[in-house]
Structures are given as C-alpha cells and as structure tokens.
C-alpha cells in the first residue's frame, strides 16, 4: 500500500537520521503549535486537526523555489528575482488561503486559525531551517510525534474487514480511530500537494501549467513524469475531480475508509521504496521498532540463540503482540539485518542530500531527491 509505504519511509527517516539539534527544533514546533491550538480552540476533539493544518501551512511557508535556485545555479536570470518572489509568495497565499478553507470545513474558525498559522510563520521564516527538517515538514513531524500510527492504521482496516493479514489478530474493541484519522489528514494534504504543483497559478484557477521534463534526466524517469502528467489529466477531466478532502462524517467507519482508499488510489501516485507484498509489512515494523529500541541502548543485544529473553528482538515481538501482530523475534532480527544491508544505506544517502541543498525544495514539488534513488 502507498500510504504505508510513504509514512513508513519518513518514520525511518525521523527515526535514524535527525540530529539531537534537530530534534530540540522539532520540540520546540511542538510546543509552540501546541499553544497556537491551544489559542484557537480549546475542544479537544479539534486538537488533532488544528495540529496537522499548522504544521501543513509551517511546511508550505518554510518551503523555497526550485526554479529561483536553478536558474541562480546556472547563472540564467530571463526572470528578475523579484518576479519570481512574487510568484511564489502568491502561490503560497493561495495554498494557504485554501488550506484554511480545509479546516474551516472541520468547524474551525478560519480568522482565528490564519492569525495563528501567520503568527508561527512569523517566528520560523527567520531561522536558518535546515532542508532535513522543513521538507515534507507535516509527515515527518507526525512520524516523530505519532511513530506507530502507521501500523494502527493497517490494523484498523483489518478490525474493519477492509484488509486482511494472516500475522494480524482481529480486536473489534481496539481504538485505532485517532490513528486512522491522523493518516487521513496526512493522504489529504499529499493529495493537496499534487493539486497545488499543477492547479495552483497566480495567473487563475481555471488553467493548469505542465512544466516540460528537463532533456537530460533518465529515460526512466522522463517516463514516470509523462505517465504522472496524463494520469492527472485523466483525473481532472472525471466527475470526482482532483481534491479529497477528509472530514468526519455521518458515513459509517468503513465507508469512510474505503472513501480515503478509494481517493489515495486515484489521486496518489507514489513510487514505493520498501519492496514486496503485503505480508512482509509486520516484519518491516518490527525492524523499525528494533531501530528504536536500539537507540535508546546501543550496546544492548539484538538477538541472542541461545538465550533471546532480555534482547532488543525479544522487546520489538512483544511490542507488536500488543499491537496485534504476531511476529517472531528471529524474524524480526533476520528483517532488521536486511533492512541494515539495503534500505538503511539509502535513507542515509537521501538525508545526506537534503542536508547538502543549500535550501529547501518547493513543498509541491516532485521529490528528486527521492526518486534519484528508484530510478
């Protein structure tokens, strides 16, 4: 499944490659949106909601221009910088001005929101934000804060029927509906941002501007950029559109789900990076909740044949026992030594590129940095 594959993929990310500076940074975002949320509603039911769509409008401000940068880089400037300021700020403001529209539609009061979202934008747009940490600002700030909604997410559509896996234990009683629900709010603003690259111009809402591949990438990837640029002209043209937007609605738990997988099929185009069926997902976990619980006591076994009791293994299969998966500890050691040898190395690569960029890449823009390693 794309949703799982590109919430796991930023949990590692988060998990293995933010710095002890950069995770005070992300304790202070915390705090500082907790009391904008807490300036703007006081309902607890709201608290979720207006967490994620102020970090949503932080990642949107924090974000740069690829065109500005590239066109600095290879000393070309047709267009003045203050025209391309302006574009982008516009752009922004329509972004936003939509995004506040989102979560007026949750009973939200839009003034009392946008005073907050400028407010916080205020505070960051002055510091030096590392492209680590403001890219994709919104999934890793909830695979930091929420690092297991991910696997409640798959669970509650197993409780549900949607899904099924033979290493998952039904619980009618289990309440994953938070978790569900956060998952959501993040495929919508995935969704958002592929609305906002093609259908988000300063010169008017009614047209779409596809911009042309550059002639010396990849043919492959040259492909994936057409075959994306057809499918969203396919959807643009259908009678659903090119927006979901999630709300809690009078539908029942399944219908509600089948809505959001329904629409993250259709409008979610995602390259996954973590290979196989289905059915490898509960060791994937397990190897992400081994990562965890290594950092936290590096020297402290993984796996043990003679004796597993006190090992790092031992804790991950327990922990995914209370989460309803039932995994062995060998399995869950043999996945993590897998995930050491292949994908860890190329997480690191990426985080090693984002850290490079000199600034951060447009928040609607196709992730190159991650694609330069599926090509």
Known sequence: MDILDVIHFHCVYTSKCLSSEDIKLFQNIVLDVQEAVNKISAEEALLDILTHYLICGLEISLSGDDVKFMSKLKGQHEIPNEVLDSILEKKKEIALDLLSCMVS???????????????????????????????????????????????????????????????????????????????????????????????????????????????????????????????????????????????????????????????????????????????????????????????????????????????????????????????SARMLYLRYSQFIKNESKFIIKYNNILAQLPYTPEWDGDSYVYHKFLV
């Open 105 to 327: 539609e949750h009973g939200v009061i839009k003034s009392a929101f946008t005073k907050q979202l400028i407010n916080l934008t205020k505070k960051y747009e002055v510091m030096n934000i590392p492209a680590t940490i403001a890219y994709r600002l919104a999934i890793k700030f909830n695979s930091l804060i929420h690092p297991v909604d991910h696997i409640l997410f798959y669970g509650y559509l197993n409780d549900l029927g949607i899904m099924t896996c033979a290493k998952y234990r039904c619980d009618k009683k289990s309440d994953n509906k938070d978790s569900f629900n956060r998952v959501a709010l993040l495929m919508e603003f995935e969704i958002f941002r592929v609305f906002a690259r093609f259908c988000i111009d300063p010169g008017g809402m009614d047209e779409i501007t596809l911009k042309a591949p550059p002639k010396d990438i990849p043919d492959t990837l040259m492909k994936n950029i057409i075959d994306e640029y057809k499918y969203l002209i396919d959807n643009v043209f259908s009678k659903e559109g090119i927006l979901y937007k999630f709300t809690d609605t009078r539908l029942n738990e399944e219908e509600t789900a089948l809505i959001l997988l329904g629409n993250v099929s259709r409008l979610f185009k995602h390259r996954r990076f973590f290979q196989g069926t289905i059915a490898r997902w509960p060791g994937a976990w397990g190897a992400f909740l081994i990562e965890l619980l290594r950092q936290e006591n590096p020297t402290r076994a993984i796996y043990c044949e003679s004796n597993n009791t006190n090992s790092i293994s031992e804790e991950a299969k327990d922990i995914m026992d209370k989460l309803n998966y039932k995994v």
